[in-house]
């Protein structure tokens, strides 16, 4: 009895730190759908901001997508106001705040820029501490799908501190300075 | 004694998988907030790597800590590919940058953090290609209006045009 009392209780330790270890982790969507559903064919990630002492800690992932595809982020239940932000391996960042409703963000990119793993931004839409669960629906789609109508566009550098990629509509991917090593 | 073994192997097992997720979670913290002028005078000095299997990119990813109001400085200050940074803040606030550490290395100034709390840190290939090359990253705090972050790193903000929905007052409750 003690044994499977104690068996049980590292089962359950493993789980806890498999679990706390989950919201960094690289998660991979082997499928690309052709559905016609909103979020069909997406799966549902578990996740949950866990910020003691004051001090914000975002959920943060890496989710995988192929160059082309429609990939799609769709936080769907939410117990606090979230906001997602998304960076390609490029550079390219998308971010949204309430495009999903109800306080719940969406991003849609309608092209992967790159095939590789995005890093996408669970938190507070305000950046405050929080301590709550979240569902997020990650799907990945065939170029043009209905599940990226309506895109996020991604952010740019303006002003006086834009660079000269920027200014001219390249997101960091023009020539570099040739002189460097 | 059976009960013995059992625990050991529980525990060998739980501290066996521990450091193999520590490397998914990083999360990494300079206790000092530093009052030098010195141009990356005080920074923890990280060295990372880039191992991409040559087909999908793989960027290094971590979160890195800064208190509101201080100047956040990172520089990748050797590197063996044309590195590109950006920054999370837990805000949503976005930075990023290229070339401005001179010689293809990136240089993010934040002078004035939005948040308190862990900023989101990716390093990869500036066009995103898979790359296989270590990099060392300098990652220091400084006071607020210190010359670590003169020129501070413009935020990315949405394309003239695009509209970004104003907030709408939370329900009650939430």
């Known amino acids: ?181 | 004694m059976k009960t013995t073994l059992i625990a050991s192997a529980v525990l060998a097992a739980v501290g066996a998988l521990a450091p193999g997720l520590a490397g998914a979670n990083d999360a990494m913290y300079d206790s000092s907030v530093s009052t030098t002028t010195k141009i990356g005078g005080s920074s923890v000095t990280m060295n990372g790597t880039l191992d991409d299997n040559g087909i999908f990119a793989e960027p290094w990813v971590t979160q890195l800590y800064a208190q509101a109001s201080e100047c956040l400085r990172l520089a990748v200050t050797t590197t063996n590919f044309d590195s590109e940074l950006v920054v999370a803040a837990p805000n949503g606030t976005v930075y990023r940058d290229d070339d401005s550490g001179g010689s293809l290395r990136p240089l993010v100034r934040i002078a004035n953090a939005p948040s308190t709390g862990w900023y989101t840190v990716q390093v990869a290939s500036f066009s995103g290609a898979p790359t296989n090359a270590n990099f060392t990253l300098k990652y220091a705090r400084y006071n607020l209006g210190n010359p670590n972050c003169a020129t501070s790193t413009t935020p990315l903000s949405v394309p003239h045009g695009v509209v970004e929905p104003a907030k709408v007052a939370a329900p009650a409750g939430r």
Not at chain 1, 85 to 101: E, S
Not at chain 1, 136 to 147: Q, S
């Open chain 1, 1 to 181: 009895m003690t044994s499977r009392t104690l068996a049980a209780a590292a089962l359950a330790a493993i789980a806890l730190l498999a679990a706390q270890a989950a919201g960094a982790m690289n998660l991979f969507a082997p499928t690309v759908s052709n559905s016609g559903v909103l979020d069909g064919g997406s799966i549902d990630l578990a996740g949950t901001i866990h910020d003691p002492g004051g001090n914000a800690r975002p959920w943060v992932g890496q989710l995988y997508a192929g160059e082309g595809e429609c990939l799609r982020l769709a936080v769907s239940t939410s117990a606090f106001d979230a906001k997602l932000t998304v960076f390609a391996p490029t550079g390219a960042v998308y971010r949204d705040d309430d495009g999903n409703g109800d306080l719940r963000p969406l991003v849609k990119i309608g092209s992967a820029p790159v095939s590789g793993w995005y890093t996408v931004q669970v938190a507070q839409f305000n950046g405050l501490p929080v301590n709550q669960p979240f569902h997020m629906l990650y799907g990945r789609y065939i170029g043009g799908n209905v599940n990226c109508a309506n895109e996020t566009v991604p952010l740019i550098v303006d002003g006086a501190g834009a660079d000269a990629k920027a200014a001219a509509g390249i997101v960091d991917s023009g020539p570099e300075d040739p002189a460097a090593p």
